[in-house]
């Protein structure tokens, strides 16, 4: 079976920094694409940043300039460094993996969210 557990939310002022961390782990055969998205109640879950495992990277135009995302393959692990934070980036963040399992099965795998809060 596969998990992806994610760390780091948290509370912060904002222009604060926050560093998100979710690492896959189970019977993986390789992993494609990892990301992370956000949603708000009510709202659609929206991508904040991607990186394939060659490391080429896509990011949603709100957060340009301000997250980094990055990952070590040989760790199954993939950050969001998020930096220059604003109140409206107060939300929950998921981590997502495109991955090959064990098993023979391809698909989307999520982690359980985490809460980031920024204050103004």
């Known amino acids: 079976q596969v998990q992806l557990v994610e760390s780091g939310g948290g509370l912060v002022q904002a222009g604060g920094s926050l560093r998100l961390s979710c690492a896959a782990s189970g019977m993986i055969f390789s992993i494609n694409t990892m990301g992370w998205y956000r949603q708000t109640p009510g709202k659609q879950r929206e991508l904040v940043a991607t990186?394939?495992?060659?490391?080429?990277?896509m990011y949603a135009d709100s957060v340009k300039g301000r997250f980094t995302i990055s990952r070590d393959n040989a760790k199954n692990t993939v950050y969001l460094q998020m930096n220059s934070l604003k109140p409206e980036d107060t939300t929950v963040y998921y981590c997502?993996?495109?991955?090959?399992?064990?098993?023979?099965?391809?698909?989307?795998?999520w982690g359980q969210g985490t809460q980031v809060t920024v204050s103004s």
């Open positions: 997502n993996a495109a991955l090959f399992s064990g098993t023979g099965y391809w698909g989307d795998y």
């Open positions: 990186i394939t495992s060659g490391g080429s990277t």
